[in-house]
């Protein structure tokens, strides 16, 4: 199947005064249509810039290297008006704080029909009004056409975060990227955007980057996982493989803190010692070698490269020896 979104050996670099920060470091990412990708890390591993370097939505100082194909068509590089085309109808994105991200001072309705008209001029106000009062109903608004006309302020977090779904499959997108879209919600609230995404896949045939830090989302809804550790992705593969197999001492950290329905030991949970290193002054050889408890003299000096090991795809020098993790109910 050929991939919507192929991303390749792509490298950001932020300048600041202490010197150059590797924010992503050799990222690769394929998605197929259909398909939802799961990242998955810490805060600051780079999931979010990795995206927003795809959608050229970074500050203009950030130097971002590497390949960006959308449906065979390369992004970095082009024009600022040829790429905002592609933003929007191709590829979409709800961002992570939906309050933050939708205009105060306009209607929930206003903006969806913004979003529409800018990437279909020819399409008259009125018509764009009916789709969106349509998308608000396809998203789960109860009274979309009388919701469409209140402010951003007047809807609860749920529903700020089902407007901006909304807003993003208006110009039906081959590509959804997802920044955290259960942020800050309730567990209720939660399942519901998740099956609201899951009903999108299914019914548009759209392919969705999911960005979280909650395995157990990823676990539910992707088909595929990266997990990235200092801005680089060191283990991949499809979430049953990871989930059960995972050979890189990082995602068997994050695996083993979740807490299990089925675990009868009520000891406290495992974690990962230390902290995240700084991207602007990273460890040699492996970068997670100073949190890990299988390290060996060689992981501080040699740095693992992404490579088949089993069913998976992992970063670690040692991968073979590594057990096998099950994941979290």
């Given at each position: 199947?050929?991939?919507?979104l192929?991303v ?5 670099t932020?300048p600041t005064?202490?010197g ?12 197929e249509r259909?398909?939802?990708h799961?990242?998955?890390g ?7 810039v990795?995206?927003l370097?795809?959608?050229g939505l970074l500050?203009s100082?950030?130097?971002v ?6 449906k065979?068509r390369?992004?970095l590089g082009?024009?600022?008006s040829e790429?905002r085309k592609v933003?929007g109808?191709?590829?979409?994105m ?5 309050r933050?991200s939708l205009?105060?001072v306009?209607?929930i309705?206003?903006?969806i ?5 800018i990437?279909h001029p020819?399409?008259s ?6 789709r969106?009062?349509?998308l608000l109903?396809l998203?789960?608004?109860?009274q979309p056409d009388?919701?469409?006309?209140d402010?951003?302020?007047q809807?609860s977090g749920g ?6 779904i909304?807003?993003a ?5 081959d590509?959804?990227v997802?920044d ?7 567990v209720t609230?939660q399942?519901?955007i998740?099956?609201?995404l ?11 980057v999911?960005i979280?830090?909650?395995l157990g ?9 990266s ?8 283990e ?8 059960e ?16 329905l ?5 000891g ?7 902290g ?5 002054h990273?460890?040699?050889?492996c970068?997670?070698h100073p ?6 003299p ?5 740095d693992?490269?992404l490579?088949?090991v089993g069913p998976v ?7 073979e020896?590594m057990?096998?993790v099950?994941?979290?109910?």
């Amino acid at each position: 199947m050929t991939a919507v979104l192929d991303v390749r050996d792509l490298e950001v670099t932020f300048p600041t005064m202490e010197g150059p920060v590797s924010a992503v470091r050799g990222v690769n990412l394929t998605l197929e249509r259909g398909r939802i990708h799961g990242v998955v890390g810490e805060s600051g591993s780079g999931k979010t810039v990795t995206m927003l370097a795809t959608l050229g939505l970074l500050p203009s100082t950030a130097e971002v290297t590497g390949s960006v194909r959308y449906k065979g068509r390369e992004l970095l590089g082009l024009a600022p008006s040829e790429l905002r085309k592609v933003r929007g109808s191709g590829i979409a994105m709800i961002f992570q704080d939906p309050r933050t991200s939708l205009n105060p001072v306009h209607t929930i309705g206003h903006q969806i029909v913004e979003g529409i008209r800018i990437h279909h001029p020819e399409v008259s106000r009125k018509e764009a009004a009916k789709r969106a009062v349509e998308l608000l109903a396809l998203v789960g608004i109860p009274q979309p056409d009388r919701r469409a006309r209140d402010y951003p302020h007047q809807f609860s977090g749920g529903m700020c975060q089902r407007a901006m779904i909304a807003m993003a499959v208006a110009n039906d997108p081959d590509v959804l990227v997802a920044d955290e879209p259960t942020t800050a919600l309730d567990v209720t609230i939660q399942a519901q955007i998740l099956d609201l995404l899951r009903d999108i896949r299914r019914e548009k045939g759209v392919a969705i980057v999911l960005i979280s830090h909650d395995l157990g989302v990823v676990a539910g809804l992707a088909d595929e996982v990266s997990v990235m550790y200092a801005g680089r992705v060191v283990e991949r593969g499809t979430v049953d493989d990871v989930y059960e197999q995972a050979r890189h001492p990082y995602t068997r950290g994050l695996l083993a803190s979740v807490p299990r329905l089925t675990d009868d030991n009520r000891g406290p949970l495992l974690s990962i010692g230390g902290g995240a290193p700084s991207l602007l002054h990273l460890p040699g050889g492996c970068a997670f070698h100073p949190r890990c408890s299988h390290e060996r003299p060689n992981c501080r000096v040699d740095d693992p490269r992404l490579r088949p090991v089993g069913p998976v795809e992992a970063a670690c020098h040692y991968a073979e020896e590594m057990g096998t993790v099950k994941a979290s109910s």
